[in-house]
């Protein structure tokens, strides 16, 4: 006796083709549009769309959560300082702490904790895409990203051109990490400078991580480790509370840009 339902082959194919392009036609045009999966990018993302906003999270690999999963040297511990284990706590991570002030929770439990609250939020998701440029309008204001698959890039050269898309949102944020990949493409425009992250401090790096988190021109916001490479701060290796931190203040900063943007847009319902 048969346990599951008739289904065909067919079937399947016309339920996730069906499914992604409804949500990829609806998300062409979003609230907030955020580069980079990590866990800046998902806590950003969560509180994002728990305030109701329209969130896409652009991410090139085909998983989430970036080096979240795996903590430092391949070995998959993720350390965490305070006052990071209210975040943990909130999301129902456990964790030890391994001295006081320092916390450390399995890398897998905190990063599917992480997504699923962003899912729950509303949150949707495009991976296997990559960044490869910015919309721009007046002004030079950040409009939206332009993307491509990511395989795309490993096309052999004589393959003709591969033309990407655009997807329009009233607020951009780079959370690409070490890359700040929308950051870069600014410069290449002349738009910004970047300096590049430093040697690691982790006493330091965190602290001003999340002090400088925020608007980098209109439209645009730098969350994560893009912050350090824009802004030259030192690098805190294998220790994650302050990508949850920053993304936290990357979705207040990209709150505050949504109000502005409304004045030249038509109002932005933020929570």
């Given at each position: 006796?048969?346990?599951?339902?008739?289904?065909?082959?067919?079937?399947v194919?016309?339920?996730?083709?069906?499914?992604?392009?409804?949500?990829?036609?609806?998300?062409?045009?979003?609230?907030?549009?955020?580069?980079?999966g990590?866990?800046?990018g998902?806590?950003?993302?969560?509180?994002?769309?728990?305030?109701?906003?329209?969130?896409?999270?652009?991410?090139?690999?085909n998983?989430?959560?970036?080096?979240?999963?795996?903590g430092?040297y391949?070995m998959?511990?993720?350390?965490?300082?305070?006052p990071?284990?209210?975040?943990?706590?909130e999301?129902?991570?456990p964790?030890?702490?391994a001295?006081?002030?320092?916390?450390?929770?399995?890398?897998?439990?905190?990063?599917?904790?992480?997504?699923?609250?962003?899912?729950?939020?509303?949150?949707?998701?495009?991976?296997?895409?990559?960044?490869?440029?910015?919309?721009?309008r007046?002004?030079?204001?950040?409009?939206?990203?332009?993307?491509?698959?990511?395989?795309?890039v490993?096309?052999?050269?004589?393959?003709?051109?591969v033309?990407?898309?655009?997807l329009?949102?009233?607020?951009?944020i780079?959370a690409?990490?070490?890359?700040?990949?929308?950051?870069?493409?600014?410069e290449?425009?002349?738009?910004?400078?970047t300096?590049?992250?430093?040697?690691?401090?982790?006493?330091?790096?965190e602290?001003l991580?999340?002090?400088?988190t925020?608007?980098?021109?209109?439209?645009?916001i730098?969350s994560g480790?893009?912050?350090?490479?824009?802004?030259?701060l030192?690098?805190?290796?294998?220790?994650?509370?302050?990508m949850?931190l920053?993304?936290?203040?990357a979705?207040?900063?990209?709150?505050?840009?949504?109000?502005r943007?409304?004045?030249?847009?038509?109002?932005?319902a933020?929570?």
């Amino acid at each position: 006796m048969p346990i599951f339902a008739s289904i065909d082959e067919k079937d399947v194919t016309r339920a996730i083709v069906g499914g992604f392009l409804r949500q990829f036609e609806e998300y062409a045009e979003s609230d907030v549009i955020i580069i980079g999966g990590g866990p800046s990018g998902l806590m950003a993302g969560r509180d994002l769309a728990r305030d109701g906003l329209k969130v896409l999270i652009v991410e090139r690999n085909n998983y989430i959560g970036g080096g979240f999963w795996i903590g430092g040297y391949l070995m998959n511990k993720v350390t965490l300082r305070s006052p990071a284990d209210e975040v943990l706590t909130e999301l129902g991570v456990p964790y030890e702490e391994a001295k006081p002030g320092l916390l450390v929770a399995d890398g897998p439990h905190a990063c599917s904790k992480l997504i699923a609250a962003a899912c729950d939020a509303g949150a949707k998701f495009a991976n296997m895409t990559i960044f490869d440029d910015v919309v721009l309008r007046e002004g030079n204001r950040v409009a939206g990203a332009v993307v491509n698959w990511t395989p795309v890039v490993s096309l052999p050269r004589e393959i003709t051109c591969v033309d990407p898309i655009a997807l329009e949102a009233k607020v951009l944020i780079d959370a690409t990490g070490h890359d700040a990949c929308v950051a870069k493409k600014l410069e290449s425009r002349g738009l910004v400078e970047t300096i590049g992250f430093g040697a690691m401090w982790v006493e330091r790096s965190e602290d001003l991580l999340v002090e400088h988190t925020g608007k980098l021109v209109d439209g645009l916001i730098v969350s994560g480790m893009a912050v350090s490479t824009v802004y030259g701060l030192p690098r805190m290796g294998p220790t994650f509370g302050g990508m949850l931190l920053s993304g936290i203040r990357a979705a207040e900063a990209a709150k505050d840009e949504l109000a502005r943007v409304s004045a030249l847009l038509g109002p932005v319902a933020v929570g």
